[in-house]
C-alpha cells in the first residue's frame, strides 16, 4: 500500500505576505504532482488555518486546495482527514463532496502487516493546560453553533484574530521542545502498551522520524517550513521534502517573516537517532 501523510500546511483564506503566497502555491503543486500516486494520503490537522462550512456557504478561497484533493479522490486515492488544532470544525462537506473519511482525533489503519496510528497531536504536549481548556470549549456542540449563526464574514474575521492570536503567542525554546517531547511520549506509550507499529503525528513543525525498541515514532513536520511529509510504501516509512521554485521563492522572503510565525525557529535534524 503507498501513504501519504502530509500536516501543518496551514492553508490560508486570507494570505497575509508573499510568503504565505509561496508556500500555498507549493503545496497545490505537490498535490498535483500527488495524482496518481498513491492509495491513501492521510491529511493530518491543520491543513487549513481554519475550517468552516456552513449549510449553504464555503470559504471560497480554498477552492484551489479542495479542487487539487478532489483530483485525488477521482484518481483512486482515498482521503482521511484528521482534525488539528486549526481544521476541526467540519460538517458534511469533505465525506458528501470528497467521499472523505473525518475522524476528531485519531485514525487507525492496519496495513503491510503494521499497525498503524496517525493522530494530529495537539492533545499530547505537556504543560499547556490553557490550549487544552481552550480546546475541549471550542470543540463544544453549542460553541460550534453560535460560531454558525454569526455571517461569514464576521465569523472568519473573527476566527483570523483567534489563529492570529495563537500563533503570535511567544514560548521559550525550552517551554517548546517540552510540549515537542509530550508527542514523543504518547508515540512511545501507544507503541509499548497498545501495541501500534507506527505512530505518525503533526503539531509540533518538527519533521523526523525515531526509532524505538517497539516501533517507530514519525512527525511529518510542516509546510511553513520544512515543506516535508512522510511517505509509507509497503510497511516501510519515509521522511521526504518538497523542493520547488515556490519553496526557493518562500525562502526568499522568509526574512520578513515575524518570528513568532513558526514555533520552531531554530531548524531541527530531518531524521532523529535511533533510540
Not at 454569526?150 to 472568519?156: E, I, K, R, S, V
Not at 504518547?186 to 501495541?195: C, P, V
Request: hydrophobic content about 35%.
Amino acid at each position: 500500500m503507498r501513504i501519504c501523510v502530509i500536516s501543518d500546511v496551514h492553508y490560508k483564506y486570507a494570505p497575509r505576505d508573499a510568503f504565505d503566497r509561496a508556500n500555498a502555491q507549493a503545496a497545490l503543486s505537490f498535490l498535483k504532482q500527488a495524482v496518481g500516486q498513491y492509495d491513501l494520503m492521510v491529511l493530518n490537522g491543520d491543513i487549513f488555518d481554519l475550517w468552516f462550512d456552513w449549510k449553504f456557504t464555503l470559504i471560497k478561497q480554498y477552492f484551489p486546495l479542495l479542487h487539487r484533493l478532489a483530483e485525488l479522490r477521482e484518481n483512486g486515492c482515498r482521503l482521511v482527514m484528521v482534525s488539528g488544532n486549526h481544521d476541526f470544525w467540519f460538517n458534511d462537506f469533505f465525506r458528501q463532496y470528497l467521499d472523505a473519511k473525518v475522524c476528531n482525533d485519531a485514525y487507525t489503519l492496519t496495513a503491510d502487516g503494521i499497525k498503524m496510528l496517525f493522530t494530529h497531536g495537539d492533545l499530547h504536549t505537556v504543560n499547556d493546560l490553557r490550549y487544552k481548556f481552550f480546546r475541549r470549549l471550542i470543540r463544544l456542540r453549542g460553541s460550534k453553533m453560535l460560531f454558525s449563526l454569526l455571517h461569514p464574514d464576521l465569523a472568519l474575521w473573527l476566527g483570523a484574530k483567534l489563529s492570529r492570536s495563537s500563533r503570535f503567542r511567544q514560548m521559550s525554546s525550552l517551554l517548546q521542545s517540552k510540549k515537542s517531547a509530550g508527542l514523543g511520549h504518547y508515540a512511545e506509550y501507544m507503541l509499548h502498551k497498545k501495541e501500534y507499529d507506527l505512530v505518525c503525528m503533526g503539531h509540533c513543525h518538527r519533521p523526523g522520524i525515531t526509532r524505538l525498541k517497539r516501533g517507530i515514532y514519525a512527525n511529518s513536520g510542516d509546510w511553513t517550513r520544512h515543506h516535508s511529509y512522510l511517505e509509507i510504501i509497503g510497511g516501510e516509512v519515509s521522511l521526504k521534502y518538497y523542493k520547488t521554485k515556490e519553496i526557493q521563492d518562500a525562502k526568499n522572503v522568509s526574512e520578513d517573516r515575524p518570528r513568532g510565525d513558526d514555533p520552531d525557529p531554530q531548524p531541527q535534524p530531518a531524521e532523529l537517532s535511533d533510540q
